[in-house]
């Protein structure tokens, strides 16, 4: 069992920053790559971002390339996504996932509000 737990969201104005933390637990040691998701209301769960363990490969959404970013710190088995340039269409719940074994995503967090005011 793996357990992610997400913070860091909350309500910003457009062009702002948030930066959202995923801390894992349980056993991760065969992590082969965790992600960032997010559902707008009413609209289905999207992926954003994702980062390889084996080697920090990054994978972005076009819709946020350039402005998010992802990032992982090994010490704190956490994950970070970095928002910046912020618009309201990027409201949504941001979720978290592990992929364990490379064949797709296994846990999810509970998620984290972003609300983007204009």
């Known amino acids: 069992q793996v357990q992610l737990v997400e913070s860091g969201g909350g309500l910003v104005q457009a062009g702002g920053s948030l930066r959202l933390s995923c801390a894992a637990s349980g056993r991760t040691g065969r992590t082969y790559a965790m992600g960032w998701f997010r559902q707008a209301p009413g609209k289905d769960r999207v992926f954003v971002a994702s980062i390889r363990w084996s080697d920090n490969y990054t994978y972005y959404a076009s819709s946020i390339q350039g402005r998010f970013t992802v990032s992982r710190d090994n010490t704190k088995n956490t994950v970070y996504l970095q928002m910046n340039s912020l618009k309201p269409e990027d409201t949504a719940v941001y979720y978290c996932?592990?992929?364990?074994?490379?064949?797709?995503?296994?846990?999810w967090g509970q998620g984290t509000q972003v609300t983007v005011s204009s």
């Open positions: 996932a592990v992929d364990l074994e490379g064949g797709g995503y296994d846990y």
